[in-house]
């Protein structure tokens, strides 16, 4: 048996609830996690209001989680119970305390990353280096703007633009959270509830505009991170908290000879080998204090619908995970 939040129906938090399943034994390919971490991320929100109709219901949400492993299929063998590992994947299945998983799709962990860290930072640590390593490579030297650079993607993406050599502009709600993305990398940064950012980063960057726009937010931030982008900019969209992005005419993009992206992490974690070099490179920046983990607040396995109220509302600083 395996406790997992099942999702029946599409709507508000509140159509998160507890259930037991039966857990078969793994298949020969396939490996059983007791799960001791899971990462809570946007994606799983629209999952759960119905803006991603990517899982059949009645199913169970969640796309990264980190555990021991308990059993192995017959034809499993470079993996072996007592292994610690960690997953994301679009196939879905993480909030449960234990599951069986393709052994293909894990994720093998340091012994210096602790299980809740690892819950924490593998989407989104995964997500930033796909952003400005693969997406489209930022440079030093270049200017960049975060939106929502506080949050849990936000303050990572800071980190290592500046590590890079980037200078990064972030956008935030408040004045604690301007405090928090200057801790992690942003040279400037702009509250968007008093004042309008297109025309602060006109005034930073005197009259320019920035050279590549990280934008998770969507419908209220598109059309003015557009806007924000220098001559031969990159508008990367890679979210959308606010809502989904009204069509534009591509003729937009000629004003300044922009480009436009629109890309997500599962489409480059599909090779074994991609992902474990990605995760490399992931586990290195956090060794060397390029990243940091911080976890925003947590909560056990069952109160998960507790954990989105929590994210959406935007109150929460850093990750958000459930402990089963």
């Known amino acids: ?33 007791r799960q001791a971490a899971v990462g809570v991320n946007f994606h799983d929100t629209y999952v759960r209001t119905g803006m991603y109709k990517t899982l059949a219901l009645p199913g169970i949400p969640g796309v990264e989680a980190v555990g021991v492993v308990e059993l192995v299929g017959a034809e499993v063998r470079d993996i072996k119970a ?21 052994a293909d799709r894990v994720i093998r962990l340091p012994a ?35 939106h929502a650079a506080a949050g849990g993607v936000g303050r990572l993406l800071c980190q290592w633009a500046s590590h890079v050599g980037a200078e990064v ?20 940064v702009i ?9 602060r980063i006109r005034e930073i960057t005197g009259g320019r505009g920035v050279d590549v726009v990280y934008d998770s937010v969507g419908r209220d931030t598109f059309l003015g991170s557009l806007e924000s982008l220098a001559m031969r900019g990159h508008l990367v969209n890679f979210g959308q908290s606010s ?20 890309p997500i992490l599962f489409h480059y974690i599909e090779s074994p080998a991609e992902r474990q070099e990605m995760a490399d490179e992931l586990f290195a920046a956090l060794r060397g204090g390029v990243l940091r983990v911080e976890i925003g607040a947590e909560f056990p396995l069952r109160e998960a619908a507790a954990a989105h109220r929590a994210l959406e509302s935007r109150t929460v600083s850093g990750s958000i995970i459930l402990v089963p």
């Open 112 to 146: 210096g990353l602790n299980d809740r860290d690892a819950a924490a930072v593998l989407t989104k640590g995964l997500t930033v280096w796909m952003l400005i390593n693969k997406v489209r490579l930022l440079r030093r030297g270049e200017m960049c703007l975060v």
């Open 243 to 262: 809502g989904h992005v009204e069509p534009i005419s591509v003729s937009r993009l000629v004003e300044k000879s922009n480009t436009l992206s629109r």
């Open 169 to 188: 502009i972030g956008t935030v709600g408040s004045r604690e959270k301007a405090e928090i993305a200057r801790r992690n990398g942003c040279k400037h």
């Open 82 to 102: 007592g292994d610690r590992v960690g997953y994301v994947t679009n196939r879905y299945g993480g909030y449960a305390d234990a599951r069986n998983i393709a």
């Open 191 to 199: 509250q968007y509830r008093e004042e309008k950012f297109p025309a």
């Open 1 to 33: 048996m395996a406790d997992v939040i099942m999702l029946r129906e599409t709507g508000g938090p509140e159509v998160l609830r507890l259930e037991s399943v039966n857990l078969p034994a793994p298949g020969p390919a396939e490996i059983r996690m």
